[in-house]
């Protein structure tokens, strides 16, 4: 009688670490992820010369993306199994004809942790009037930013700010994806453009049009309840290991 109580707890047990390993398995990781794709688009150039309209050899146009990595333009902190992953290469300055255009992402999960970061990609589009003409130039910044957040205490935003070298101008944009209890994912986007940009560049001065993209992603990894079945199962079990407990003493 001893020996069948025996065999039936070890199979018993073997059974619940079996359902407790399926509830882990279960568990899914929290993410984040948030990019930008900024477009500066050269409408038209107009050399301000009566002479030579259409000479554009004074004109120097420059673009160039970087992801800073000071403390003010970035900040990551990760505990447990937490990671960001935002690998987004430097573009050194080179020559623009029409326009420039550049993706900057940065994504980030956990299953046993947490994630606090912010990220800041910088887009500069430089004008250098390196002749003795004048020039008008009308330029656009469009824009589309995308952010996503996967299971319970996942957050994340990505914002564009747009200025130039005196801030003469100076717009924002702004998405965000965040989380609740009742749903489980949320993704959002924003496309569009800021309002066109036309200045005069005078012989032997310069123009610096900035944009910067500040990704942050927060996660908590969620606690897993076991599942309803798992439960239901340990209800039994310990009826079963009581049953035969009691069954070994009488005998």
Not at 21 to 37: C, D, P, R, V, Y
Not at 43 to 70: C, K, M, V
């Amino acid at each position: 009688m001893y020996h069948n109580s025996k065999k039936h707890y070890l199979m018993s047990v073997a059974l619940l670490g079996s359902a407790l390993l399926g509830a882990q398995a279960a568990q899914a990781n929290t993410t984040f992820a948030g990019s930008s794709i900024l477009t500066f688009t050269i409408n038209s150039i107009t050399n301000l010369n009566e002479a030579h309209p259409t000479d554009l050899s004074g004109l120097e146009i420059l673009g160039s993306f970087s992801q800073p990595t000071d403390e003010f333009s970035l900040y990551a902190i990760t505990t447990g199994d937490g990671a960001v992953i935002a690998n987004n290469q430097d573009v050194a300055p080179f020559a623009v004809t029409s326009n420039f255009s550049k993706t900057f992402a940065v994504s980030g999960s956990v299953l046993d942790g947490s994630v606090d970061s912010y990220h800041t990609g910088l887009y500069n589009l430089a004008f250098n009037n390196i002749g003795s003409d004048d020039y008008a130039i009308n330029l656009t910044l469009a824009y589309q930013l995308n952010a996503s957040a996967n299971d319970l205490t996942a957050v994340s935003n990505v914002a564009v700010d747009y200025y130039n070298q005196n801030f003469s101008i100076s717009d924002l944009a702004t998405v965000g994806a965040f989380t609740l209890a009742e749903s489980l994912t949320d993704k959002q986007s924003v496309i569009g453009s800021f309002a066109p940009y036309t200045f005069m560049l005078n012989a032997g001065s310069n123009e610096l049009i900035s944009a910067d993209v500040v990704i942050t992603g927060n996660l908590q990894a969620a606690p897993v309840p076991l599942p309803a079945a798992t439960w239901l199962f340990l209800t039994g079990l310990m009826g079963v290991l009581g049953f035969n407990k009691h069954k070994t003493k009488r005998a």
